[in-house]
């Protein structure tokens, strides 16, 4: 009786460990939303350990990034073999279950059937155990193949935008020459198209990032380029159009804020970074006011149109930059984003109040 108990509780461990397996597998690829997994999570916390050793070697920015370059790509291939690791244990202990009598030959059975190397079995309740097994392990693997054509599609999509910025806004992308390039090249005016286009891609990064969180570690070609820098630029040139340029009112520079933070906070929820939802528009941001008069008094000298009143237009940034302000400083401290002005420049400032939550970021790692 105790025997039969014991088989009973193998069995279902290990129909348990195989099919939270295929759970991982369909919430990490397939299922087309943001969804925690644990087991990835894992293999992405092992893997960033390992990275953070490599990365106390790197003496300079550009080594650091060259490193980092690799994380995404090569813990994507790590998933494959811990899934394929988990199903074995799995299917080991419902072999075990079902009449194999030692440990030992349910492995070897378990790593012949999930491998295709085929195992010798006459009864045909452990064959037809040892086909699904195997065709499972076929199924893993297949999946992670079949997706990685969608995830450099989306990382192709995304960094199209982010080169081009560069001619817009400069190297390290800047909010403030990218007003000045416009007012010098094509005019003021004429700014609406950036607004429209980067209004799409905040959505379409918020749908291919959250369901696809790798993706957020996939680093741009080159090292002083991210997408998260190129996103902060795009959102603070909005938030300067729409509070402190004398243009008539464009509803295209609050529908590209405002799917700009959607998107950011939405991938911020997946790492689980904490923000306010609800900020008042009199809460601190990482801008100073100096900062703020700085840019201001360019714009001003380069003949930019600007509000006479400066400090209504402050506080009008103000309420516009605390929308997203948390949420992009802890994303750039995540993802170890090159230099850019009002973003990554002050994600690791030890005065800051976010770089407390810095060692946690560092080693938050994807859900999905």
Partial sequence: MLDILIRIVLFLLGVAIVGGTLLSAVRTFILPRSANDQLTRTVFLTSRRFF???LKKAGTYKRRDEIMALYAPLTLLALPPAWLACV?????LIFRATGIESFHDAFLISGASLLTFGATLNAIPLAIISFTEGAIGLILVAVLISYLPTMYSAFSR???AVNMLEVRAGAPPSAVEMIVRYYRIRGI??????WESWEAWFAEIEETHTSLAALA????PKADRSWITAAGAVLDAAALYDSTLDMPRDPSTNLCVRAGFLALRAIADLFHIAYNAAPSKDDPISIAREEYDAAYDRLV???VPVKADREAAWLNFKGWRV????VLLALCTLLMAPYAPWSSDRSLRPTRPLNRMRSSLISTLPNK
């Fill in 52 to 54: 953070n050793i490599a």
């Fill in 88 to 92: 074995a244990i799995g299917y080991t």
């Fill in 189 to 194: 005016d004429h700014m609406n198209e950036i």
């Fill in 323 to 326: 929308n997203y302000d948390t």
């Fill in 217 to 220: 570690f996939f680093r741009s």
């Fill in 158 to 160: 995304r960094e199209a």
């Fill in 301 to 303: 000298a380069e003949g």
